[in-house]
T-cell receptor
Framework: DAGVIQSPRHEVTEMGQEVTLRCKPISGHNSLFWYRQTMMRGLELLIYFNNNVPIDDSGMPEDRFSAKMPNASFSTLKIQPSEPRDSAVYFC???????????????FGPGTRLTVT | RKEVEQDPGPFNVPEGATVAFNCTYSNSASQSFFWYRQDCRKEPKLLMSVYSSGNEDGRFTAQLNRASQYISLLIRDSKLSDSATYLCVVRKGYSTLTFGKGTMLLVSP
């Protein structure tokens, strides 16, 4: 089974440029999460969607960040304009809630390593 | 106070050793607890859930103390392949997880 797919895997861009990160969740999962991981702050939740609707975006750092989920199989995280402090690994994760197993799990994609120079 | 706190380590142990990690959480309304494992430059993956009565999965034992707001992970008979960062994770809302910054474990031959 395909897991969560993210693209690109690596992105190097210059300050001020627009960056778009993409995510395809696991088919059938109804929740999607965007996280950012840095050495300093660890793994932080930026935003999450349930049934394609943004539920909690309180973790989005500022207006330069935006996220969309136009359908159940695709989401984007956009940074415009990008700044050096945005350099981090951005993970997308998806979940089907507790499902039939009664076990809650979020499945993470491989991440996008973003470097803003 | 951070929501989830862990000793960053690294914990350096020889193969075969027993090692324990601890984690404290600040929100008493937290509902579910987990340990995730993250290998270097990889994504986090669920290692095990933590239940109130304590639970075991092979060489791994997890315990929860709600009164002290404390979670632990014990690894017996450490293997080289156990080298990773172990993330303590707390769920308070329906879906959202809060991650600790992780404890790094290095198992040496």
């Amino acid at each position: 089974d395909a897991g969560v797919i993210q693209s690109p895997r690596h992105e190097v861009t210059e300050m001020g440029q627009e960056v778009t990160l993409r995510c395809k969740p696991i088919s059938g999962h109804n929740s999607l999460f965007w996280y950012r991981q840095t050495m300093m702050r660890g793994l932080e939740l930026l935003i999450y969607f349930n049934n394609n609707v943004p539920i909690d975006d309180s973790g989005m750092p500022e207006d330069r960040f935006s996220a969309k989920m136009p359908n159940a199989s695709f989401s984007t995280l956009k940074i415009q304009p990008s700044e050096p402090r945005d350099s981090a690994v951005y993970f997308c994760a998806s979940s089907s809630g507790y499902g039939t197993s009664g076990r809650y799990e979020q499945y993470f994609g491989p991440g996008t390593r973003l470097t803003v120079t | 106070r951070k929501e989830v706190e862990q000793d960053p380590g690294p914990f350096n142990v020889p193969e075969g050793a027993t090692v324990a990690f601890n984690c404290t959480y600040s929100n008493s309304a937290s509902q579910s607890f987990f340990w995730y494992r993250q290998d270097c430059r990889k994504e986090p993956k669920l290692l095990m859930s933590v239940y109130s009565s304590g639970n075991e999965d092979g060489r791994f034992t997890a315990q929860l103390n709600r009164a002290s707001q404390y979670i632990s992970l014990l690894i017996r008979d450490s293997k080289l392949s156990d080298s990773a960062t172990y993330l303590c994770v707390v769920r308070k809302g329906y879906s959202t997880l809060t991650f600790g910054k992780g404890t790094m474990l290095l198992v040496s031959p």
